[in-house]
């Protein structure tokens, strides 16, 4: 793929780089938040799996302000070493652990956060019930470390694959949170099943005590949650947010938008320091990737569903 080739296909990705974010998914926290005004009010806030840090940069950006309010503290965590980012506590742990969840406690002083956000990705295999269902793991663990730092009437955003056990998902979320919406930013490729839920107003069940326990690791479960009725069935609303006329991240756009500029390649603003992807694309580089081996395509599809 020459050095436009991504540009041309891509607009996100462009944009992010002209405007000098880490990652094209810098534009899908800014839509969830041009939708529900994610940002008020919010003076603590962690970022999840947050490498290679464009969540990060849009927390430091809206919440620190022109004036770069120290009284904002904003702690990312991923298992990924980042690039350091002015205002963001860097952690770089598993959020499946419960020693993370005290770290960042501890960095809060005590105190709880206001919004939790988390786009967290698996190392995708190109097999989609497989992936599906690891990603389901890492939101449920994304929500077990929530319940240990949110505040009550907090806020938490995440990304969901929407496959077919999405409405056991949803049913976990809606026992702590009042209100849970399912949204799709316009950066978000209509191509892919993510999307990202919207928890507002924390409220755990009276009596909840926070642990990191899993459902879908409990083997005892044999239900096939799609034949779930009534109360037992919880259908979210789903929301395709960001302004319509913002680009359309399926489409192709010219290298030149503007005619009386003249297209200029610039190089993404802050690589992943040492992604586990790396391998991969050094051996596709050098077209030593044993293609027959693999269900078809499906590497290919993986590097690119990790949507940057
Ligand atoms: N939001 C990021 C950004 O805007 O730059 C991109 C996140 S990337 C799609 C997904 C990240 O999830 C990867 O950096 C990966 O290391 C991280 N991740 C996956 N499993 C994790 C875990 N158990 N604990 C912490 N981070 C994890």
């Known amino acids: 793929m020459g050095r436009s080739s991504k540009d041309k296909r891509d607009i996100y990705y462009r944009l992010a780089k002209e405007e000098g974010w880490r990652a094209r998914s810098a534009f899908k926290l800014l839509q969830?938040?041009?939708?529900?005004?994610?940002?008020?009010?919010?003076?603590?806030?962690?970022?999840?799996c947050a490498a290679p840090g464009s969540w990060s940069q849009v927390l430091s950006r809206k919440l620190r302000g022109k004036d770069k309010s120290e009284d904002v503290k904003i702690v990312a965590v991923?298992?990924?070493?980042?690039?350091?980012?002015?205002?963001?506590?860097?952690?770089q742990g598993d959020i499946?652990?419960?020693?993370?969840?005290?770290?960042i406690i501890r960095h809060f002083e005590g105190q709880s956060?206001?919004?939790?956000?988390?786009?967290?990705?698996?190392?995708?295999?190109?097999?989609?019930?497989?992936?599906?269902?690891?990603?389901?793991?890492?939101?449920?663990?994304a929500l077990n470390i929530t319940t240990h730092v949110l505040k009550p009437g907090g806020n938490f955003v995440a990304k969901i694959?929407?496959?077919?056990?999405?409405?056991?998902?949803?049913?976990?979320?809606?026992?702590?949170?009042?209100?849970?919406?399912?949204?799709?930013?316009?950066?978000?490729?209509?191509?892919?099943?993510?999307?990202?839920?919207?928890?507002?107003?924390?409220?755990?069940?009276?009596?909840?005590v926070p642990n990191m326990s899993n459902p879908l690791l409990d083997h005892s479960y044999d239900v096939d949650f799609n034949q779930l009725e009534g109360p037992n069935r919880i259908i979210v609303p789903f929301l395709a947010c960001g302004d319509l006329s913002a680009f359309d991240s399926d489409r192709t756009y010219p290298l030149q938008l503007d005619s009386s500029k003249e297209y200029q390649y610039?190089?993404?603003?802050?690589?992943?320091?040492?992604?586990?992807y790396q391998q991969a694309c050094q051996l596709r580089k050098n077209n030593l990737l044993a293609k027959e081996d693999s269900p078809s395509g499906a590497l290919d599809d993986s590097l690119s569903a990790l949507d940057l």
Do not use: W
């Open 32 to 48: 969830l938040d041009e939708e529900f005004n994610l940002f008020k009010g919010v003076s603590r806030a962690v970022d999840l």
């Open 78 to 91: 991923d298992l990924q070493a980042m690039a350091p980012l002015p205002g963001v506590t860097q952690i």
């Open 96 to 103: 499946t652990k419960i020693s993370t969840a005290q770290e």
């Open 113 to 141: 956060a206001d919004l939790v956000v988390c786009d967290g990705a698996p190392d995708v295999t190109g097999l989609h019930d497989v992936d599906e269902y690891i990603q389901a793991q890492l939101l449920l663990a």
């Open 161 to 208: 694959f929407r496959g077919k056990d999405v409405t056991l998902l949803y049913s976990q979320l809606k026992i702590f949170f009042s209100s849970v919406t399912c949204a799709k930013p316009r950066s978000s490729r209509n191509s892919s099943i993510e999307a990202f839920v919207v928890c507002q107003n924390y409220s755990p069940p009276e009596g909840y």
């Open 266 to 276: 610039l190089p993404p603003t802050q690589p992943p320091i040492r992604p586990p």
